[in-house]
């Protein structure tokens, strides 16, 4: 499995991007697609996770009503639209994919992630 993360760069404060997450390598019907970030001297958190065959989704508390992550089946890419972006959202963003059944939770740990794509910077400017 090979995840391309894309879409990051520098944005003020109150204005939006989207990362892309184009996935190859396998079949995703039975993952669980998160994008986590980091920011400088932080651990890598979690942000939005989807379960690709049922579209279900879960996020982190702070980026709750701003951040919505999707997927594009026919693509395969997964998207995570970001709006009202803050200074504290300045991280680099990584996607990831875990194989997740519909008989557990989406998971958000960063140890339950099996395949990682390389990191795309977000800078919010105040």
């Known amino acids: 499995v090979q995840l391309q993360a894309s879409g990051g760069g520098l944005v003020q404060a109150g204005g939006s991007l989207r990362l892309s997450c184009a996935a190859s390598?396998?079949?995703?019907?039975?993952?669980?697609m998160g994008w986590f970030r980091q920011a400088l001297g932080k651990e890598r958190e979690f942000v939005a996770a989807i379960r690709w065959s049922s579209g279900t989704t879960r996020y982190q508390d702070p980026v709750k009503g701003r951040f919505t992550i999707s997927r594009d089946s026919t693509k395969n890419t997964v998207y995570l639209q970001m709006n009202s972006l803050k200074p504290e959202d300045t991280a680099v963003y990584y996607c990831?994919?875990?194989?997740?059944?519909?008989?557990?939770?989406?998971?958000?740990?960063?140890?339950?992630?099996?395949?990682w794509g390389q990191g795309t910077l977000v800078t919010v400017s105040s």
């Open positions: 990831a994919a875990t194989r997740a059944p519909l008989y557990i939770p989406i998971p958000t740990g960063t140890s339950r992630y099996d395949y």
């Open positions: 390598g396998g079949t995703f019907s039975s993952y669980a």
